[in-house]
RNA sequence: GGCCCCGUAACUCAGUUGGAUAGAGUAACUGCCUUCUAAGCAGUAAGUCGCUUGUUCGAAUCAAGCCGGGGUCACCA
């Protein structure tokens, strides 16, 4: 997907720079799309707003920098003074290699604040061609315990299919549970043959998952005993019947596979995740078989050692098991049928599948096949890897016993900020405002806390870290927002004559409407590199820099009229911008905290 | 052993199409609530960007090779 050149301010700039440049050097030849990328914000604002690294300009004039950059200056003061059309810049200025521009504050409120307050700024597109997009995020098994890494999972894709839709790509959303399989077969076992708990009457998933666990760790106690060969017959008799759909363990299916669906939907519930479609392995389960089958017979899959499947060695990908010697089919096998289904029943060009890097060559099996298979989609796979979730004392695991489930963490989290944030306003506001807020800015904390950290990189979870909630965290943001909020209660009452940011020239003020004009160029990049925490950084900044703001540039006690209404309006399209960027990473704000 | 990911302040991380003096947050210490919400702001202190070589005007960023940590390598998912 390749990006638009949508920033209005260095599209101008880059234009008027063309301009000047083939004035001046005339056998140049310069394209806007050549300039665009050079212009960059400079590290101290005192140098400038905008810069413009002369470097390739130098080499092409077979000069040094410092002193094109001093000439280019010269010519663009130059042109300043004669030209009757205006330029964009307010003054120019050469430091080194660089040409740096200062733009006036009327200018930057006109071309970066307005679009934000009047939303038109949020509607522009950001790519040239958007490919019909399915991203497939939240595998989660049925009859396991959710636990902390299934939230990073669930965050990640839902922040995609969020960005991408912002930025104008079609997407289907789409959800994969594994509802069949050997964890259920050991889960229903165990509950037939060992639980001797009663079944309780809410929480069933939770419960369900906890017998998994258990089912897991007495399994692998039987392993090398005289129980193993009978553990094994009633679990492979299990499975049939699940297959077969019929018996009791059929049944036992049936009804618990639904708890866990049900804590699955709770879950999706609370932090507002919806998916267009829901694929389930039981469904694609035994058509996968029978695809399989038939490709073998078309034959485009080759025998091997019993096996049937892909040879892909000379792409250094070993051999792709599709059909075991026993004729069952294999995780490769459903996720061939399952792309199948999508490219066909769904009209799918690109497919996004967010799954953790243990997978990694898993889906380089899968995409390389369904290459060969003859599914030209399959250059447009993309398998979004990410790291695990573990904690201080390492990965997760029955047998530690150190699952954190997912609705403890929520608990806790809620627990927590009524206690230590909210119980203060008991008096002032109703027991629903209270609930209502304590799940947003909870969920503003798990989530931030889940997609500030780069993909590729582990997050280690410990619950009394993720309980802070300052500094960089989701609700330090909505804070900011709740802030804003709060001033616009109070201040604009009365009907609000237009901005158009005459009064504003702090260099505080200048920089707040230099980063927020940036939010289309963070939100491309966050699509472009499928990382959220893009925006996480971006919107930390914003909050950051508008807090700041709060404590110097004072609303109510501005130094007239005119510059409180600017710094309202300011204010404003900081709150339009904190509220748009969050709602991309799946986070709601409260209107006050 | 092959392939993939990671290595930046005491800790957790930004910094990614190579650019100006490497930045935040935690923790520590010091200030700021009769003034728009102190879940905040200001300040102090903290660095061999794992190591080495290379590419170039310029490298935390790119390439190669090492070191350390994690993952993965056909009938598990």
Redesign the pocket.
Known sequence: MKKLLFDCLKHNLADELRRALISHWTDLSLTIEDLY?LL?????QE??HL?F?V??LA?KLRSS?PVIAQQITALLQQRQQQSSSQSSFDRVQS????V?FFFSGPFLFKTLVEPVLTGAGFKQKLFESAPQTMIEFSQP?THKELHVGHMRNACLGDSLVRLNRYAGVPIISTTFP?DV???VAKCLWFLKYHNQEPIPSVGKGEWLGRMYSKAHLLLEDHEGTPEEANDREKLSAILKQIESRSGEFYALWLETRQWSIDLMKDIYQWCHIKFDHWYW?SDVDSDSVKTVKKYFAEGKLVE????I?MDLNDE?L????L????G?????T?DIELARRKFEEHSIERSVYVVD??????FKQVFACLKRLGFKQADQCFHL?Y??VELPDG?MSSRKGNIVPLIQLIHQMESH?KE???DRYRSEWTNDEIES?ASV?SQGAIKYGML???P?????FDMA?WL??????G??IQ?AY??V???L???SGTNIPLSQGDYLKQSLELQLMMLLGQFNSQMA?AVE?Y?P??VC?YL?EV??LF???????????AESEGLKQDRLALAKATREVLKEGLALLGISV????
Do not use: W
């Open positions: 990328p960059t914000i400079p590290p101290q140098m400038g810069a690294g470097f390739p080499k920098p430091i080194g290699p660089y740096n098994n594994g399989g050997t964890h392995e091997s050692e019993g096996a499947g250094n070993g051999f792709c098991v059909l075991k010697s026993d069952n089919g294999l995780y490769s459903k890097m243990r997978q990694a060559l898993h890897q790291n695990f990965a900020v230590n944030y909210l807020t800015i500030k950290i780069d590729n990189k582990k997050i280690v870290e802070k909630i300052d500094g960089d965290s609700p330090y804070y709740a802030r909020q709060s001033i209660r109070k201040f990049q590199t990382r925490n893009v950084n930390y909050a950051k807090s700041q703001f709060y404590h110097e540039c004072p609303i109510g006690r409260p209107e006050r905290m």
